[in-house]
């Protein structure tokens, strides 16, 4: 696997040199873009506006408009020569409990993996840290972008999550009312989640639209006619008690005392 990103976490005179890799990968089936009557596939080029050209990776440099058709241009040494020692590092800044980060907060996960040599001074970390019950909150600058991360002990590991600026997390977008509620609705409510609630285990969940997308394809490879997967009629239940009470029975429950 390829390292997404190197650096070293500093804490005070500390440092661990670290490289960052991504956690997950895209199994996700892509498509192509056709043309509609050929079946050719479609392709985008790049070209210049000016010469009406068109133009390689190699050709394309960076260029900030700060005027209308007026460019400064920002070559990659340029970018590098303004990152000071503490950007290139992964310079932590507090520690903060594990529940108090936010979830929505959360962008993109790393395992951090210590480089030879580093693994007792990693260790010493995770560990401490997995003991407290504590998160570091950090920086660091990845492409051209400062982030906000959070080193986050794990079992096995360290896992680097970055995080979005408090500025970039835009409000919810429609105001939700309070309603008010029946007791006997919590209490159906309440035992329809303790019927429910069992450990997580992630290897028990896939994702079973991408199988039958997998197989629809394999279909029409084959000249077959691809078959309508849900076929039963929807189920509108538009009583709140009688929703829970046929929840209820369907997770193997019987009535709650007190509820029609």
């Known amino acids: 696997m390829a390292v997404a990103h190197k650096g070293s976490i500093s804490m005070g005179l500390v440092l661990i040199p670290i490289g960052l890799y991504k956690t997950s990968t895209d199994n996700d089936i892509h498509f192509n873009q056709l043309d509609k009557e050929s079946k050719a596939r479609i392709k985008y080029k790049k070209y210049c506006s000016h010469c009406n050209k068109e133009v390689t990776s190699k050709d394309i ?13 920002m070559s990659d040494d340029d970018l590098e020569k303004i990152k000071t020692k503490k950007d290139k590092t992964i310079h932590i800044i507090q520690f903060t409990k594990m529940e108090e980060v936010d979830t929505i907060y959360y962008e993109k996960d790393y395992y951090a993996v210590p480089d030879a040599g580093a693994e007792k001074a990693y260790e010493l970390l995770r560990q401490a840290m997995l003991e407290q019950q504590k998160v570091a909150i950090a920086k660091t600058v990845m492409g051209t972008k400062e982030k906000l991360i959070v080193l986050y002990p794990a079992k096995d590991g360290m896992i680097v999550k970055t995080l979005f600026y408090a500025d970039e997390i835009v409000p919810v977008p429609k105001q939700i009312p309070q309603m008010q509620l029946e007791q006997n609705e919590l209490d159906m409510a309440k035992m329809l989640i303790e019927n429910m609630t069992k450990s997580f285990n992630a290897a028990e969940f896939k994702d079973e639209y991408q199988e039958r997308l997998r197989n629809a394809i394999m279909a029409k490879i084959q000249g077959n006619e691809i078959v309508s997967a849900d076929s039963g009629e929807q189920n509108n239940v538009i009583n709140l008690m009688d929703a829970l009470q046929r929840s209820l029975e369907l997770s193997g429950n019987s009535k709650i005392s007190g509820t029609a």
Do not use: N, S
């Open 61 to 73: 440099i960076k260029g900030y408009e700060y005027e209308p058709d007026k460019y400064v241009i």
